[in-house]
């Protein structure tokens, strides 16, 4: 195994991982079945939708990404990432996309930013962009694509920001990247775009997911955190709780995104 293999390859590091997504789908089924969600529709396509939470009253407006290597799992997998965000009156859309090798990479990103416009249609205030794994590249890729109008701050958990480490792996061979494609669609090699910006990785994750996390965050006047005790699976359990203070970044990236003052 080479060393992009072994750095990159979250499946093959975490052997547990399986009962960890099985616990995401039970625990975002039970969320749908408590909040029914609008279904936002922003393309044609069978995967070209999301689910919008909408809290009683709108202090805020957040997308969230899934994650998947862009060639795995849809919105289904994701729903109760929005559990704790709601809590704080924050809208949350959560939508799928088309998966690779079907189309290209930067199909997806293309889908990623009609997505946001959706939303912002429909809710009109800028927004907080999130997601995880393949979905905090696609965050920050927003980020740097977007207007400020659209698209305020962003929250990256477990991000990638450069791909070309990718191209030698076995993940690869549904992605398809070249080391060209991989530095066009790579949001640490577009320009900042001043924005507020957090990345969150789990603190037994590998050296390079917290290498990247650290250096992007850097390369962008941002801030990291390494949550301690979490793998690249078990690090999105925070999100679902209202008072984590992971998810109380996140609401303040929200609020101070749409203008609205914190009541913390």
């Known amino acids: 195994m080479n060393f992009e293999e072994k750095e990159y390859n979250n499946r093959a590091r975490v052997p547990g991982h399986p009962a960890v997504i099985a616990g995401w789908m039970r625990d975002a089924a039970a969320f749908r079945a408590a909040h029914p969600p609008e279904v936002l529709a922003y393309g044609t396509g069978p995967r070209e939708a999301m689910d919008l939470f909408l809290p009683a009253e709108i202090r805020g407006v957040a997308i969230f990404f899934h994650g998947g290597y862009w060639q795995a799992l849809d919105r289904t997998s994701a729903s109760h ?3 704790g965000l709601l809590e704080h ?3 949350v859309g959560v939508p799928s996309y088309d998966l690779c090798p079907a189309v290209p990479l930067a199909r997806i990103v293309e889908q990623a930013e009609a997505a946001a416009l959706v939303l912002h249609a429909r809710l009109g205030r800028p927004m907080l962009v999130s997601g995880h794994s393949a979905g905090g590249h696609l965050s920050a890729m927003l980020t740097a694509r977007l207007p400020a109008n659209i698209v305020a701050a962003a929250l990256s958990v477990s991000g990638l920001f450069w791909l070309e480490p990718l191209v030698p792996t076995s993940l690869n061979t549904a992605l398809g990247l070249d080391p060209a494609t991989a530095r066009d669609l790579s949001p640490a ?17 590998s050296a390079e997911f ?5 250096e992007f965050s850097a390369l962008w006047g941002g801030s990291w955190e390494a949550l301690p005790g ?7 359990a925070p999100l679902s709780q209202a008072d984590h203070p992971l998810t109380m970044t996140a609401a303040t990236l ?5 203008g609205t003052v914190s009541k913390i």
């Open 89 to 91: 009156g924050i809208a």
């Open 81 to 83: 990432c929005a559990a």
């Open 254 to 258: 929200a609020w101070q995104a749409s």
């Open 230 to 236: 979490l793998d690249h699976f078990t690090v999105l």
């Open 210 to 214: 917290l290498r990247q996390s650290r």
């Open 189 to 205: 090699l577009l320009p900042s775009p001043g924005r507020p910006l957090h990345c969150a990785v789990g603190g037994d994750e």
